[in-house]
């Protein structure tokens, strides 16, 4: 099975998040899909966590490694398809990244967005709930 995952997944297993045993359960025998952008939103994630305070430089290096460490298979997406989906409801590029390699792939997604879950879900993608 191929699932599309995305960035807010990959940080909670990463970051250890109560989230992480159900999610690697659900992905454990799955060929993990993603846009190229995953790795540049993992990067910010852990960068955004290093500026708060939350992480230091190290916990935020590890988390990298730990991050490449993690097989998938990246997909390009259309990006102008990727765009009218944000101009359809009014979100960031990366949710709709992720959202059309769905599409595309025609695989189920999982993510603990809720509103990125919620738009999946009215264009039809089928979602794994976590």
Request: net charge negative; glycine share 2%.
């Amino acid at each position: 099975m191929r699932i599309a995952v995305d960035a807010s997944a990959i940080i909670a297993v990463i970051a250890d998040e109560p989230e992480k045993a159900r999610l690697i359960e659900l992905t454990k025998e799955a060929v993990i899909v993603a846009p190229p952008s995953i790795k540049w939103e993992v990067g910010n994630a852990f960068s955004a966590m290093l500026k708060k305070a939350r992480i230091n430089l190290e916990q935020a290096i590890e988390a990298i490694e730990i991050y490449q460490e993690i097989s998938l298979e990246i997909i390009e997406i259309n990006l102008k398809d990727a765009i009218q989906l944000a101009g359809k409801y009014n979100i960031y590029a990366y949710d709709t990244y992720i959202l059309q390699c769905a599409i595309e792939q025609d695989t189920p997604l999982i993510s603990l967005d809720k509103n990125l879950i919620d738009i999946a879900i009215k264009e039809g993608v089928q979602v794994i709930e976590v």
